[in-house]
C-alpha cells in the first residue's frame, strides 16, 4: 500500500513534534510504501535539513509556510496576475469564504436551507478556490490585493458577522489577509496530479488544521480517502498561539481555524485522537463519533526498562519533575507545594530536569522559578546544578554530562506532574514505565493515562498537591503498589508495538471499503484493492504492469481479479478446488 503521509512543521525535518511519532510509524509499518509531503514552519527547520530515512519512504515533497510570497520559488504554479475572468471568479470563491469566517454560530435556526450553512459556504469557497489556483496559478496576488482586503471588509460589516470581527480595522484585516496567504498556501502546490498524491493508496494526515489541507484537496480532485491523526488538538493549539493577537484578528483567525477544522473532520474516513481530551475538542466541531477511534501514541519502553524492573530504587524521599520549562507546567505551584513538604519532611528533596532553554520565555521562566527557589529556602539557596544538602535543584536531561531520561526518573521515588494546561502527558507515561508512583495535576489527558495508578489533585493547588506527595513519601508500600501497577497499564496501552497495530489494521480497513478508481489513457479500469498491486512487485517473467480479469470458472465461480500468469494460475488452482469441494 502507498500513503501519502502529511506534515505540518514536523516529520521529516529534524525539528518539530510529530517527528517522532511518524518516523517510528513509517519504520515500523515497512511493507508500506511512504510519500511525505512536508509543510515546515522556519528558515531555521529548513537548514537543519531532514532525517536520514528508511527505503520505504519513496520520495520527499516540502514547501514553506513561512517565507515571504516573493521568495517562494519552484514549489508550487508559478504566480502570474488573473485576468477578469479569473478575477470575478476569485471575487465569488473568496466573498463565500470570507462570509463563512465572519459570521456568527447559529444552531437551530428552522427552515435553513442546508446548502446556506456557513459550513457548506465555507467549504464551497475553499474549493473554488482551490480549483482556481490548480488551472491558473497560485492565488498568493490575489489574496495579498486590496480587493480581498475590502471584502474582508464587508464580510466583517455584514448582517449577522460575529459581534468580535465587527470591531475590526484596516490593520486588522491586513493582518488576517496575511495569515490567509500563508495558510492557504498549499491551494496553490503541485501536489494534486497522478505524479504526486493522486498516486497514493491513502492520505494521512498526521495533524488536522494546516496539514490536513493537502489531504482534502486529493480527495476533491483524485478521490483519494484521508485519514487524520490528532495527537495535540490542532484548533485547541491555535487558540493558545493567537493569546497575543488582537480581538478581531484573533476573532477572524478562530472562526477560520473551526470552520477549516469541521470541513477536515465532515471529510475524512476516520479519525484517530489520541486520547479521550482530543476526542471531545473534535466532537464539539462535529466529528461524528462514528469515525473517531481512540489510538494512544506509542512510546519506545525498552529504555526505561532497568528502571521498571527495579535495577534503581531512587532516593524515597526525593520528588521528581522532568519536562518543558513553560509557564503551562506551572512550577511556580509545585515549588510553593514542596515548601509545604519540606516542613512536614524536613529530608525531603525536589529535583526539576528539563530541556536546555529554547527561547527567551522560557530562559526568563526558568530564571523566575529559580529566584522563587532561592526566596522559599533562603537558607539553602537553590544551586543550578549540584544536588548536596540543597533540597531543590534544576538540572538538564540530554547534554554530554547530563544525566540520561531514564536515569533522572531513577532518582526519586515519586514523579509529580503540576500543570495547568496539558495534551497527552508524555512525561507521565515514561514515569509509569519506569514503575514510579506518581502525583498530577486533572489537566487534558491526565486522568485518562493514569487511570488509577496515581494520584490526582486539582490544579493550581499547592496545598492538594504537597499533601498527595507527603502520603506517598510516608508510604512506601503503596508506593511499590501503585508504581507496578502503572508499569502494567503503560507497557499494556502505550507501546510503539500497540500504536503500530491499530496503524495496520487501520490503512488495511480503510482500503477495503474505499477501493481505488484509476482511468488510463485508452480505457477505463475498474476499481482496483491497490492503485499499486502486490504482484506488481514480483520480480521476473510472472510481473505485470495491469491487472487482467479472469474470467469464470466453468463450474460458474465468479470472476477475480489477478495480475499477469501468475494470477491467473493461482485462480484457477482455487476455482479448482472449490469444485473439488463442492462435489
Not at 518543558?324 to 514542596?338: T, V
Not at 463450474?555 to 491467473?568: E, F, I, Q, R, S
Request: proline fraction near 7%; charged fraction near 25%; glycine fraction near 10%.
Amino acid at each position: 500500500m502507498r500513503i501519502g503521509l502529511l506534515t505540518d512543521g514536523g516529520y521529516p525535518y529534524t525539528t518539530g513534534e510529530s517527528g517522532l511519532w511518524c518516523d517510528r510509524l513509517v519504520r515500523g509499518l515497512a511493507r508500506h510504501e511512504f510519500d511525505i509531503f512536508a509543510l515546515s514552519r522556519s528558515r531555521d527547520q529548513e537548514t537543519r535539513g531532514l532525517v536520514a530515512l528508511p527505503p520505504q519512504v519513496r520520495r520527499v515533497r516540502t514547501a514553506p509556510l513561512w517565507s515571504a510570497p516573493e521568495t517562494r520559488t519552484g514549489r508550487g504554479r508559478s504566480e502570474r496576475a488573473y485576468g477578469r475572468r479569473e478575477r470575478r471568479a476569485f471575487a465569488a470563491h473568496f466573498g463565500r469564504l470570507a462570509a463563512a469566517v465572519c459570521t456568527e454560530e447559529r444552531g437551530g435556526d428552522a427552515g435553513t436551507d442546508p446548502a446556506d450553512t456557513p459550513a457548506r459556504a465555507f467549504a464551497d469557497g475553499l474549493y473554488g478556490l482551490a480549483a482556481l489556483a490548480r488551472e491558473h496559478g497560485g492565488l498568493g496576488a490575489e489574496l495579498r490585493s486590496e480587493t480581498a482586503v475590502r471584502m474582508l471588509e464587508a464580510a466583517c460589516r455584514a448582517p449577522g458577522a460575529n459581534r468580535a470581527v465587527r470591531a475590526a480595522r484596516v490593520p486588522d484585516h491586513l493582518a488576517f489577509a496575511a495569515f490567509l496567504e500563508r495558510t492557504l498556501r498549499p491551494l496553490s502546490l503541485d501536489w494534486y496530479g497522478e505524479d504526486a498524491l493522486g498516486s497514493v493508496d491513502l492520505s494521512h494526515a498526521a495533524s488536522g488544521g494546516r496539514a490536513a489541507l493537502p489531504g482534502l484537496l486529493a480527495k476533491r480532485f483524485c478521490g483519494i480517502p484521508l485519514l487524520v491523526t490528532e495527537y495535540g488538538v490542532q484548533l485547541r493549539t491555535q487558540y493558545l498561539a493567537s493569546a497575543q493577537l488582537s480581538a478581531p484578528v484573533r476573532a477572524l483567525q478562530s472562526g477560520f481555524e473551526r470552520r477549516l477544522a469541521v470541513e477536515v473532520y465532515a471529510r475524512a474516513e476516520l479519525i484517530t485522537p489520541g486520547n479521550t481530551h482530543a476526542r471531545r475538542w473534535q466532537e464539539r466541531c462535529g466529528a461524528d463519533r462514528a469515525k473517531l477511534r481512540t489510538v494512544y501514541p506509542g512510546m519506545a519502553a525498552d529504555r526505561f526498562h532497568a528502571v521498571g524492573e527495579g535495577a534503581y530504587g531512587g532516593d524515597p524521599h526525593t520528588l521528581v519533575w522532568v519536562g518543558r520549562i513553560e509557564p503551562a507546567k506551572d512550577l511556580i505551584a509545585l515549588l510553593h507545594a514542596f515548601a509545604e513538604v519540606r516542613k512536614a519532611e524536613p529530608a525531603a528533596r525536589l529535583r526539576l530536569f528539563s530541556a536546555p532553554a529554547q527561547d527567551a520565555g522560557s530562559a526568563g521562566y526558568l530564571a523566575h522559578c529559580r529566584a522563587l527557589a532561592a526566596q522559599l529556602f533562603p537558607d539553602e539557596a537553590a544551586d543550578p546544578h549540584a544536588v548536596g544538602d540543597n533540597p531543590v535543584s534544576f538540572e538538564e536531561i540530554g547534554g554530554p554530562e547530563a544525566p540520561e531520561l531514564a536515569d533522572a526518573y531513577a532518582t526519586g521515588s515519586v514523579v509529580v506532574l503540576s500543570s495547568v494546561v496539558e495534551g497527552f502527558p508524555l512525561s507521565l507515561v515514561e514515569a509509569m514505565f519506569c514503575g514510579r508512583a506518581t502525583v498530577s495535576t486533572d489537566s487534558g489527558a491526565v486522568v485518562e493515562v493514569i487511570g488509577g495508578t496515581g494520584l490526582v489533585v486539582p490544579p493550581r493547588n499547592p496545598r492538594a498537591l504537597a499533601d498527595a506527595c507527603l502520603a506517598l513519601l510516608r508510604d512506601p508500600e503503596r508506593r511499590a503498589r501503585l508504581g507496578a501497577a502503572a508499569r502494567a497499564r503503560a507497557l499494556e496501552l502505550f507501546t510503539v508495538e500497540q500504536n503500530l497495530a491499530a496503524f495496520r489494521g487501520i490503512y488495511l480497513e480503510l482500503m477495503s471499503h474505499n477501493p481505488v478508481h484509476r482511468e488510463s489513457a485508452r480505457e477505463a479500469v475498474a476499481p482496483q484493492p491497490f492503485a499499486h498491486p502486490a504482484e506488481a512487485h514480483v520480480p521476473g517473467r510472472w510481473a505485470a504492469p495491469t491487472a487482467a480479469r479472469v474470467p469464470a470458472a466453468p463450474g460458474g465461480h465468479g470472476p477475480g481479479w489477478a495480475v499477469g500468469p501468475l494470477g491467473v494460475l493461482a485462480q484457477e488452482r482455487l476455482d479448482t478446488a472449490a469444485e473439488g469441494a463442492g462435489a
